[in-house]
């Protein structure tokens, strides 16, 4: 399986998107996945037009929230060939009901509650954020534990993968400690990835970091040269 792995325009608070598309353009990037769950619908549209008049023709990977409608799927799917999407889990945003026809579309992320199978059993897989997943193992192992064991029973279709410091960077907005960031200081601060077996990194792969698209880049030689020796 080749692993494609996509530099993100993500849209944290200490991201800057808008710069983010004018490097993408600068460097005449076709091929992209986007993170636009930190915009509201009018943020969105304009992150939409600025992305039509760009370099970007693919954007096989969207991370969506429950205030974006079917209509913006279909578009996503009409204009970039959008393959999959990926939401967390219910008790942390509500499925939306016009998103039932993409159902098998839409991947679940672990974030920071233990997967729920039944609601696995009724989209197409997991998305799996694989700092995340090294942030439970660090902190809540019984979370870990459990998400392990799921991953045995439901396919990876993809991921998304962050930094994570060797020690505790932040408190986030759910009160909880992180190692896990999304902003990259090392690269040394990817070497975790090579704790994980090789069948948890699926064909399709975002750098979830708010860090500027060359250093995505350069991040993602860093991570093909990890799998390339597992």
Excluded at 28 to 45: C, H, M
Excluded at 118 to 139: A, P, V
Excluded at 140 to 165: M, R, T
Aim: with cysteine; glycine share 4%; proline share 3%.
């Amino acid at each position: 399986m080749l692993n494609k792995i996509l530099p993100s325009i993500a849209t944290t608070k200490g991201s800057d998107w808008e710069e983010k598309i004018k490097e993408i353009n600068k460097l005449g990037l076709k091929e992209i996945a986007l993170l636009p769950t930190f915009l509201g619908k009018k943020e969105r549209r304009k992150l939409y037009r600025l992305l039509e008049e760009s370099s970007v023709a693919s954007i096989p990977l969207v991370h969506i929230r429950n205030d974006i409608d079917a209509n913006e799927l279909d578009y996503l799917i009409e204009r970039y060939k959008t393959q999959v999407f990926n939401t967390h889990m219910q008790i942390e945003f509500p499925f939306n009901k016009e998103w039932s026809k993409y159902s098998k579309k839409i991947m679940i992320e672990n974030v920071f509650h233990p997967f729920d199978e039944d609601e696995l059993k009724r989209r197409g897989g997991i998305c799996l954020d694989i700092s995340h997943l090294e942030n439970d193992r660090l902190l809540h192992k019984e979370i870990f534990e459990h998400n392990i064991k799921i991953l045995e029973k439901y396919p990876i279709v993809c991921n998304h993968i962050s930094a994570v410091n060797e020690e505790i960077t932040h408190i986030d907005e759910k009160g909880g400690l992180r190692y896990d960031r999304h902003q990259l200081w090392d690269i040394s601060e990817l070497d975790y990835l090579k704790n994980y077996p090789k069948n948890y990194f699926s064909s399709i792969i975002a750098i979830e970091l708010e860090n500027n698209i060359e250093d995505q880049l350069r991040a993602k030689d860093y991570i093909l040269n990890l799998l390339s020796n597992k």
